[in-house]
């Protein structure tokens, strides 16, 4: 039998090992990148400059909101990228908000402040177990439009309400009551874990007929979110909490039509909208 020669045989190891190619890794490295910016804004509120730690938390939320949908589109999903990016949504969603909350306000209760903020981070790390726990089981296919409890990416934008407010306002004295961030923290802890379905862009569909106003809406976004930042990213926020009863009635509409199984709804690639 001819023997195959060694750099041909070590080729062949090589390629047998599984290496991955640098484009499949492009959906680690923005996770990395977004676990990253939910360190910087843990930095940020320890030294007192709220502004900047949200806007690394808003980048976090970028990121982890095209991570992985570059994962489906590169085929490059991987068990190791799901449990990176829950991991990364902790530390940006869960640990980062509650740092910045108990800095800014929340410290003036002392230990009751500090409890609070401790269920929020323990109510998030609980939601990205169940999503984990859950990833493989199939749901109904009306279901692929929605989470079940509010995704911790929404939930960190929820909880900072109050602060995004503030920094449009002159006075900020009634928004930083550690009693109004304290009810916004469990309300947002309780959504989180709870089994009220809400909205999931990642399967959504524009109809031909939409698209252009679609576009001219993302473009005054796009206008608001330059002029008027805080603003902007306030009244999305507000929009998103009052779609919450909408996406419950729908859920269930839809459940009722289909008269199928009550399922949890989950999608590979992370918790982001």
Request: glycine share 8%; hydrophobic share 50%; aromatic share 10%.
């Amino acid at each position: 039998m001819k023997r195959r020669p060694l750099l041909y045989r070590a080729r062949a190891r090589v390629r047998a090992g599984g290496n991955f190619s640098l484009n499949r890794l492009i959906p680690n490295i923005l996770t990395l990148l977004a676990l990253c910016a939910g360190m910087t804004a843990i930095r940020f509120a320890l030294q007192a400059k709220f502004e900047p730690a949200v806007i690394a938390i808003g980048a976090a939320a970028i990121l982890d909101g095209i991570d992985g949908r570059i994962a489906r589109f590169l085929k490059a999903t991987t068990d190791l990228g799901a449990q990176l990016d829950s991991l990364s949504d902790f530390v940006s969603f869960g640990i980062a908000p509650s740092v910045l909350l108990y800095v800014w306000t929340m410290s003036q209760l002392q230990g009751f402040g500090w409890a609070l903020v401790v269920i929020y981070a323990v109510c998030c790390a609980l939601r990205l177990a169940r999503f984990n726990a859950q990833l493989g089981i199939e749901p109904p296919a009306f279901a692929y439009n929605f989470f079940i409890g509010v995704p911790a990416p929404a939930a960190a934008g929820l909880v900072l309400l109050p602060m995004l407010i503030s920094f449009r306002l002159e006075s900020d004295f009634v928004l930083r009551s550690p009693y109004l961030n304290g009810l916004a923290l469990a309300g947002v802890a309780a959504l989180m874990v709870s089994r009220v379905p809400t909205y999931s862009l990642k399967h959504f569909r524009v109809k031909r007929e939409w698209v252009p106003p679609t576009l001219l809406v993302v473009g005054a976004f796009a206008a608001f979110i330059t002029t008027e930042p805080w603003a902007t990213l306030a009244m999305v926020g507000l929009l998103y909490l009052g779609s919450i009863p909408a996406s419950y009635w729908a859920y269930h509409r839809l459940l009722r039509r289909t008269g199928g199984e009550r399922r949890v709804a989950t999608q590979p690639g992370g918790d982001a909208t």
